[in-house]
């Protein structure tokens, strides 16, 4: 392999392509690679690209990739709520790792305060696989209404509301 470490190694994993995936999606993918690396040649510092990236990584079935993506782009910029709430999900979802979800969570929240995905998101993994026996999820939705706008509470008043009902 040319480069095995660093940024370089990122945009030159090697793409293993999921079974299924037809020959159109295949010349599609790499038409579409081919630009992502292009994009990243002229300017490595472009954090949009690098998200495309990661999101081209998933296409792929290729979450390690995806993963390794988001950890550089917070080395680009400490600190980004979107790579935070990504890898997240990755841990939250794939990995079941809830302790490094949940960090990951409250980081991109205190990154972030107002993206509302991270409280609903942690909700959801508390409410259903982690700390079910606490009040961490009606707590992560009481904290949400402290610090979002008015014009995002709605869907967490829905929530709220759901799990009351849900508990009786």
Known sequence: ???QTGPEALVEREIN????????AKSIFT???GTIKSALAADPSDLTVWFDLA???RMVDDPE???KVWEHILTLSPGNPVALHNLAEHYFHAEKDYPRAEDLYRQAIQKNPEMSQNYTDLHEMYRYVY???TSAAVDILKEALEKLPKEQQLNIY???????????
């Open 131 to 133: 700390k079910q026996d």
């Open 65 to 67: 990739g995806a993963v």
């Open 17 to 24: 392509f999921p079974e299924g995936f037809s020959e159109e």
């Open 1 to 3: 392999l040319p480069f």
């Open 55 to 57: 999101i081209a990584y």
């Open 158 to 168: 829905v929530l709220l509301a759901d799990y009351y009902k849900s508990v009786g």
């Open 31 to 33: 038409n579409n690679l």
